[in-house]
């Protein structure tokens, strides 16, 4: 194992790219088209009367040059990516971030489990609590904060965000899905993108291509498959086509996700869709604003009647916390360009 340096994998990962794009220009079959596409252009430009033909011919060896240069600067750009991950994911840091990660996430769990929580919507409802109330960052304090540059490039490390005290929808998302895995119970992380309720909103999610640029969990227990967003501390249920979802008890302003369907990569290397897969499978819950208010209700009691407990869980946890933070921070080099110092975490 090495030990992180970034400015090393940056320099890797650039050489990489570069040394690519490269191979793909100096391709011969790729001198070739261009070639041709020269060629064709010079014949049309030659030529006192070319028609239709030499222009078409031109046209479409240009186009394909053109198509074939996007898709290796595409190409490259993953492959750049992919490089970088297994740069990180071959580090001390990364490594003993993520085994302490897990270790805390199994004893997050283990706290609520001996609290008597077992219904997957008082998990949600307990675990807002907690994250809200910073029993689950290194600082004690929890509020959402988009920094300008967040490398957070593994996905497997997405839920470690959240003991620096500060996250977005994508880290508290993961945070509760590996909690819920924990558990044993299907769940899955889940791309969306919030929708008007009235019929002009529907409307123009079923007409026009939206970006997904919300993550939220989708869970399967008893009541069948739903969302549970803790960003917005929102349950939703889905339309029986399962493309979009309604946001309970919410107005016509915002009601709706609508519905993009992407698993992740899960632990280290491997992908596995069986959680993705099988919440889908799931019949869809039938909740009500009721049921998610009782199970609010609960959450809330219990939290303010074993206060004492979960503060003394905190102190126990809290070297682990900081440990998690330090090493992600490291890992993900997350900061504002306005002032790094007071944003980034501090070691």
């Known amino acids: 194992m090495k030990t992180v340096r970034l400015e ?23 001198i070739i088209s261009a070639a041709a596409f020269a060629t064709g252009l010079g014949l049309t430009n030659a030529s006192s009367d070319p028609g239709v033909l030499l222009p078409m011919i031109t046209g479409a060896a240009g186009y394909a040059m053109v198509s074939s240069f996007f898709k290796a600067v595409k ?9 970088r991950i297994e740069l990180i994911r071959n580090t001390q840091e990364y490594n003993e971030c993520l085994d302490t990660y897990y270790n805390l996430v199994n004893e997050v769990a283990s706290l609520m489990y001996d609290l008597g929580i077992r219904d997957s919507l008082d998990i949600a409802m307990f675990y807002n609590e907690l994250l809200y109330n910073g029993y689950l960052s290194a600082t004690g304090e929890f509020t959402y904060h988009k920094y300008d540059v967040d490398k957070d490039y593994c996905q497997e490390l997405y839920g470690a965000r959240v003991t620096s005290g500060r996250a977005v929808c994508r880290h508290m998302a993961m945070n509760l899905k ?59 249920m889905f339309d029986s086509n399962d493309n979009f979802a309604t946001i309970i008890g919410e107005n016509l302003t915002l009601a709706r996700y609508i519905i993009g369907y992407n698993s992740l990569i899960e632990q280290r290397k491997h992908v596995n869709y069986d959680n993705l897969v099988g919440v889908m499978k799931a019949k869809n819950a039938q909740l009500n604003q009721r049921i998610v208010d009782a199970s609010r209700y609960r959450a809330n009691v219990l939290f303010e009647q074993k206060l004492s407990y979960i503060r003394s869980f905190y102190r126990h946890i809290l070297s682990q916390l900081k440990t998690i933070a330090e090493l992600e921070y490291v890992l993900s080099n997350y900061h504002d360009e306005c002032n790094d110092k007071e944003n980034a975490f501090s070691r």
């Open 178 to 236: 590996d909690i819920y895995d924990a558990y044993g119970y299907t769940a899955s992380y889940l791309a969306v993108k919030g929708a008007k309720g009235n019929f002009g909103g529907y409307l123009d999610s079923r007409l026009m291509p939206h970006r997904m640029n919300h993550a939220v969990v989708c869970v399967k227990d008893r009541y069948g498959k739903y969302i549970v967003d803790p960003t917005w501390e929102k349950i939703a």
């Open 75 to 83: 190409e490259t750009k993953k492959f750049s990516r992919d490089y």
């Open 8 to 30: 090393d994998i940056d320099r890797k990962v650039s050489s990489s790219y570069n040394g690519q794009l490269l191979r793909f220009l100096t391709d011969k079959s790729n």
